[in-house]
């Protein structure tokens, strides 16, 4: 890629980001006040993502855990994996639910919220749909951040008034991945100002 190549990436991606500002600040501060919520009640974040999305959930889980920017208390959050051998033997034995959702089923409580990250290139949202349903079943509020496509709504069609979606209007995969890893570091600056205060 030329230099001119590369310029013009960064100025699209800045361009897109200014774009989207308006949209979504709204539900990413929401977002924010449900974990906020969620655990100054006692209860944790769990984190899930699908195909690369899911280095996401990660990420989401060790900024939740140990903070973004400024030093604060760990926050109990948990990176779901749908590779994990033993919940997918757990999933295997029952029927018509998945990895991430057995997951969420053993490990999930009232209380608790499920931070949901869709990769917009990938097929495999059911079991993300199937990670949003059990958390629903388990009394737990959703965040889900989705870029356009089938998985956007399949997940979107799930949510409820409880729950948060960050809706990234936009169908490539970098931009729909850079977006939801700028949202989730404002939901993490924006926990740390409203446990900590501003600076």
Same mark, same amino acid.
């Given at each position: ?16 980001? #200014? *774009? ?9 501060? =929401?977002?924010? *006040?449900?974990?906020?919520?969620? #655990?100054?009640?006692?209860?944790? #974040?769990?984190?899930?993502?699908? %195909?690369?999305? =899911? %280095? ?20 109990? =959050? ?17 029927? +018509? ?33 199937? =990670? ?23 997940? +979107? ?39 900590? +205060?501003?600076?």
């Amino acid at each position: 890629m030329s230099e001119q190549r590369i310029q013009q990436y960064f100025t699209g991606s800045a361009a897109l980001l #200014v *774009q989207w500002a308006g949209s979504l600040s709204a539900p990413i501060a =929401a977002a924010a *006040q449900t974990a906020l919520e969620c #655990v100054t009640n006692g209860g944790k #974040v769990l984190t899930c993502g699908s %195909a690369a999305a =899911a %280095a996401l959930a990660q990420y989401a889980a060790a900024l939740l855990m140990g903070g973004l920017a400024r030093e604060r208390p760990a926050l109990p =959050a948990l990176a779901l994996g749908a590779e994990a051998a033993t919940f997918a033997a757990l999933a295997q034995r029952s029927e +018509g639910v998945g990895a991430l959702a057995a997951q969420v089923h053993a490990l999930g409580q009232p209380g608790d919220a499920l931070m949901v990250f869709a990769h917009p290139a990938s097929s495999d949202h059911a079991s993300l749909a199937l =990670a949003v349903q059990a958390a629903h079943e388990r009394e737990m509020p959703v965040i889900a951040m989705t870029g356009e496509g089938e998985a956007a709504d399949a997940l +979107g069609s799930l949510l409820l008034a409880a729950d948060t979606h960050i809706a990234i209007a936009h169908a490539h995969a970098a931009s729909v991945l850079h977006a939801q890893q700028l949202a989730l570091h404002c939901i993490c600056e924006s926990l740390d100002a409203l446990l900590l +205060g501003d600076e």
